[in-house]
């Protein structure tokens, strides 16, 4: 819908789904004493992320990628770091409310593809139960989801293994 003179004028046309693309990036450095989680699943390694909730970098990613093809600004504006209530939460229940806000709105998953940036730990024999996890939130086929690993070649913060960063691109139909 677009507004002209006060009034919503629907730029869809009549019986076409509407279709809505997002981009998502998060990032969060290493720190010890945490576990490691990445889309739900929790990997063995000597250090996890910082961050208020579990720190899970490829949720936050989705996360932010469901807001913006939402147009619903970012995480921290609906999970602020400042507020308890969202200390330690599992960010897999977070993208569930935000889910059920696409869902509301009348959106439902058409694809979604997310790349993890990790020197270290190794993610490939982690990535299809990240990806069962995350089609269990969207309620749909993991021939809708994609996850994929990749390294920076030892360059930058990744490559230095001081944190992990992932991206995320959402495609919804309503």
Known sequence: MTQEAGKEIEI???GQPLFRIGFGYDVHPFVAGRPLILGGVDIDHPAG?????????LTHAVMDAL??????GDIGRHFPDTDPAWKGIKSLLMLERLVGMA?????R???????????????????????????????????????????TERLGFVGRE?????????SLVG
């Open 12 to 14: 869809n046309p009549p």
């Open 49 to 57: 992320l910082k961050g208020h909730s579990d720190a899970d970098v």
């Open 67 to 72: 807001l913006g093809a939402l147009a619903r």
């Open 103 to 107: 869902k509301d709105d009348g959106y």
């Open 109 to 151: 998953l058409n694809n979604l593809d997310v790349t993890v940036v990790a020197q270290r730990p190794r993610l490939a024999p982690h990535l299809p139960l990240m990806r069962e996890r995350l089609s269990e939130v969207f309620e749909a086929s993991t021939s809708r989801i994609n996850v994929k690993a990749t390294t």
């Open 162 to 170: 001081e944190g992990i960063s992932a991206f995320a691109v959402i």
